[in-house]
Each structure stands twice: as structure tokens, then as C-alpha cells.
């Protein structure tokens, strides 16, 4: 079964090998990568096919088949499933994060995933092409 929750679930095809790490890429649209790049690194945008890396241990958040790499300090927007400490994001569009949504749980006003949609906005939004690493 496969979460739907702002990018979880993330199913790793077979797709061109991270140049750092060796794992399989995720194809991600360009308009995801350029719109989550600080603007210090928005010249290093020079290609037109990005990959995500999955591997969780791996600094590199994109890359392209030239060999080209952004890492995790080159984004705007911590990576979900590359965080190991701090609030993690649950929902970029709406801004959510793992702690608030433990805190609406533990307040007693959450008990299923329609009631934190309602008190949180998680899952809600449709900019995930723009404000989510995944771009999903």
C-alpha cells in the first residue's frame, strides 16, 4: 500500500545512477529543481533531465546526466527523507512538519488522517511540483 502523503512512498525505478553514491535516480522535472535551488546555484541549472537520489545517506539531492550534482546546502527546503534530526517536513505545501502534526495528536484533536487535514492543511495543497523535493 503506498502512502500518499506529500511524496512518501517513493518508488525508485530503474533510472540513471546517482554519480556519488551509485542509486538509482528518480526522474524529477526541471521546474522542481529550479524552483527549490537557492539562487546562488541557480546557474548550475544547465540541464533539461534531473534525477532525484533516494539513498537517505547521500548528500546529493539532483543531479543530471552530465555529472552535474546539487546537494542538500544548495536547496532552499530540507529533504523529508534525507533529514536525520529536527522537524521533519510532512507536507511542503502547506508547511507542515512531523512535530506539529504529533502535537495535534497528542492535544486528543486528531485521531484519523481527515482530522489532521483539517487541523494541520497537510496533503491539501497543489504545489507540489514547486515546493516539494520530490516534485510530488
Keep these: ?49 534531473y534525477h532525484l537520489c533516494a539513498s537517505p545517506e547521500c548528500s546529493v539531492v ?10 542538500e546546502k544548495d536547496l532552499k527546503v530540507p529533504v523529508w527523507f534525507k533529514r536525520h534530526a529536527g522537524p521533519v517536513p510532512v507536507c511542503y505545501c502547506r508547511g507542515v512538519t512531523d512535530g506539529e502534526i ?19 492543511g497537510a496533503n491539501t495543497g497543489k504545489e507540489c511540483l514547486t515546493r516539494n523535493p520530490a516534485g510530488r
Design 1 to 49: 500500500m503506498q502512502n500518499n502523503i506529500c511524496g512518501a512512498g517513493l518508488s525508485v525505478r530503474p533510472g540513471k545512477p546517482c554519480p556519488r553514491c551509485g542509486t538509482p535516480g528518480l526522474p524529477v522535472n526541471v521546474i522542481t529543481v529550479s524552483s527549490l535551488v537557492v539562487d546562488e546555484k541557480l546557474s548550475r541549472i544547465t540541464g533539461d533531465s
Design 62 to 71: 539532483y543531479f543530471e546526466g552530465s555529472g552535474n550534482v546539487l546537494e
Design 102 to 120: 504529533l502535537a495535534h495528536i497528542e492535544k486528543g484533536c486528531c485521531s484519523s488522517l481527515a482530522d489532521i487535514q483539517r487541523h494541520t
